[in-house]
């Protein structure tokens, strides 16, 4: 009796030595994949970023993430298996989580995923002049969510990452300037000449606000029986001051014809 019981503690603790190096191997082997897959995505990391850095620094990074990413869920999917789970389950797994989170989370990964592109492909950069719809303003800030507009009145705007690339961007920022056209309706009595030498004056004392060896420009738009629409054409370094200059395009204009006009009627009268 005695010799069936110690030969029963025996048989046991063999077995849990057994089981003891079988859960050892086991975890030294995950601890070895895990490390291969360390060098792995550094490697291939590395190697992504050094060949897309010739197109884009922002590219590659974005390229290496990707790739580090899958290195790890690789590795990952490797190290369960060794410690006894089923490959496809996990794989099955991942797979559900992967679909519920994307479909939870859609507009948040759009987003972000937008911000990618914008971020690699640069249709902008911080301090540029945009318009995206009905929304104008200066790039304050792009982050993972929106990117943040100042608007000339201060006002601040966020817009989603994911309108702005499925929205058409216009950047008023240029290294040639932003073009403003302020048209005039005026008397078709009014000599031609005299008007456009006005302008021409008009646009010299704005001189500050224009790009450098730019200069103002005069078009006749349209005519009639009774009027006639001019055009200032200007080129200017800031974009939030187009309403602006606009406005004192105009009162500069008016201030000047009427000038013109009472010299005309004093020279009438001393000649009467």
């Keep these: 009796m005695r010799q069936t019981v110690f030969f029963t503690q025996f048989t046991v603790f063999q077995i849990g030595i057994q089981l003891s190096t079988e859960l050892l191997l086991k975890l030294a082997t995950v601890g070895l994949v895990l490390i291969v897959t360390y060098v792995i995505a550094r490697v291939l990391g590395g190697f992504v970023s050094k060949t897309l850095g010739k197109i884009s620094p922002s590219v590659a990074q974005q390229g290496k993430q ?3 990413w899958l290195t790890w869920l690789t590795g990952i999917l490797i190290a369960l298996n060794q410690l006894g789970a089923e490959l496809v389950i996990l794989l099955v797994i991942v797979s559900l989580g992967g679909v519920i ?5 859609r507009d948040i990964l759009s987003n972000v995923a937008s911000n990618r592109v914008i971020t690699s492909y640069r249709p902008f950069k911080m301090g540029d002049w945009i318009e995206v719809g009905k929304h104008f303003g200066r790039v304050v800030d792009i982050t993972w969510m929106d990117t943040i507009l100042m608007t000339p009145d201060n ?6 990452n994911s309108k702005i690339t499925q929205t058409i961007v216009t950047n008023k920022t240029a290294p040639g300037g932003t073009r403003i056209s302020v048209p005039v309706t005026l008397n078709r009595a009014l000599d031609i000449v005299d008007v456009e030498r006005i302008f021409m004056e008009i646009g010299a004392e704005l001189g500050e606000e224009l790009i450098p060896d730019s200069k ?9 029986s009774n009027s006639m629409k001019v055009a200032l054409l200007l080129r200017i370094n800031n974009p939030a001051k187009g309403k602006l200059l606009a406005s004192e395009v105009r009162k500069k204009i008016k201030t000047k014809l009427d000038v013109r006009q009472e010299q005309d009627n004093k020279a009438t009268t001393n000649r009467l």
Excluded at 101 to 105: D, T
Excluded at 155 to 160: K, L, Q, T
Excluded at 217 to 223: F, T
């Design 66 to 68: 990707i790739v580090a």
């Design 101 to 105: 989170l994307a479909v939870a989370l």
């Design 155 to 160: 006002e601040v705007v966020h817009i989603p």
């Design 216 to 224: 103002p420009e005069v078009r006749l738009i349209s005519m009639d």
